[in-house]
């Protein structure tokens, strides 16, 4: 039917989309007339729509396909013009609230800005603003983030409620191609660098240094070579990672099967323990063999999740050991400057 063709020829754009425009990693959410119906600080637990009569459900609905996202790997933060205390009660009291405290990896619930706050949500994530998505009622605050924060793609939800939950259902950058381990755990893993994050900080105070706190992470990295275990994931750190990567050139699964295969190339990953938990797989290094003794790394790269911590010259350390037990005398490598990785 029209319908149906209608559909598939958005959702074939849509994939081509996300292969041209950075994907979107980051949800940042207002809280009143877009999580639910009313203002708290006016109206308060009893009195805002969130529940199974209209409008109300409308809001459950729309949290149901939020939390949806978070399931597939997207960060839910969020930026809202409140009291903290009035919002921290819906998240934990209200019965019918579907996300609550745990699903947010930041936030920032005050009457500063919400330029600012972006900017500040930014800066704790350590993502990029181009990776953000805002979400609000408000026409005059999404007017506002899409002339300060151009970057930011802002979505205004609809004025009438029983559109809000079909909202972000054509935004192309929020299509998934594959779905790993990491991203499941992705606020899981924010939450622990919020902890390592506030270690650092009581290291600072009390005087300590940068070595001192890396030493009290007690970190252990397992490296693998030519694993064909996560290549979703190694793939997808090749078309996500932008900060710590060296070239920015990007593979898919099929390419990195076949530079797996291949005895021209050398495929290595490394996951990262410590004292608050598994990072899961956040380094991998692409060695191409030039001759018996030389080899090039084609591409190393890094999550942004761990950079500050050494990794990547533990990782390159090990790797050039490795090598030199091979008989490899010589190692050349490619920077290829981009917006982000300087």
Request: charged share 25%; aromatic share 8%.
């Amino acid at each position: 039917t029209p319908l149906a063709a209608n559909e598939f020829a958005r959702r074939l754009v849509n994939l081509m989309a996300i292969s041209v425009y950075p994907k979107a990693k980051v949800i940042a959410l207002d809280a009143d007339n877009t999580l639910w119906g009313g203002i708290i600080g006016e109206d308060g637990i009893n009195g805002i729509a969130l529940g199974p009569e209209y409008p109300g459900n409308t809001f459950v609905d729309f949290q149901r396909r939020l939390l949806d996202l978070q399931k597939r790997g997207f960060i839910l933060a969020l930026c809202s013009k409140n009291n903290t205390e009035d919002v921290h009660e819906i998240l934990d009291n209200h019965p019918h609230q579907i996300l609550r405290r745990q699903h947010f990896a930041a936030e920032r619930i005050n009457w500063l800005p919400k330029v600012d706050n972006l900017v500040s949500l930014s800066d704790e994530l350590n993502l990029g603003l181009d990776s953000f998505i805002f979400v609000d009622d408000s026409s005059h605050e999404c007017d506002i983030i899409r002339s300060r924060l151009p970057q930011i793609e802002v979505i205004q939800t609809p004025s009438k409620p029983v559109n809000i939950p079909m909202c972000l259902e054509q935004v192309a950058r929020l299509e998934i191609l594959s779905l790993t381990e990491e991203d499941t755990l992705k606020t899981k893993l924010y939450a622990q660098e919020k902890q390592r994050k506030q270690l650092k900080q009581d290291a600072n105070a009390l005087g300590g240094d940068l070595n001192s706190y890396l030493a009290s992470l007690k970190m252990k990295m397992h490296i693998e070579i030519d694993s064909r275990k996560n290549i979703a994931r190694l793939s997808q750190l090749t078309q996500k990672t932008n900060q710590f990567n060296v070239t920015t050139r990007r593979y898919s699964e099929q390419q990195i099967l076949d530079f797996i295969e291949s005895d021209k190339w050398i495929v290595s990953s490394f996951t990262l323990n410590d004292i608050f938990g598994n990072s899961g797989i956040v380094g991998l290094a692409l060695f191409h063999r030039l001759a018996d003794e030389a080899i090039d790394i084609d591409n190393f790269l890094m999550s942004c999740r761990v950079i500050g911590r050494s990794a990547e010259s533990a990782f390159l350390y090990a790797m050039l050991d490795y090598f030199a037990r091979m008989g490899i005398t010589q190692v050349t490598a490619t920077y290829i400057p981009t917006q982000k990785n300087n």
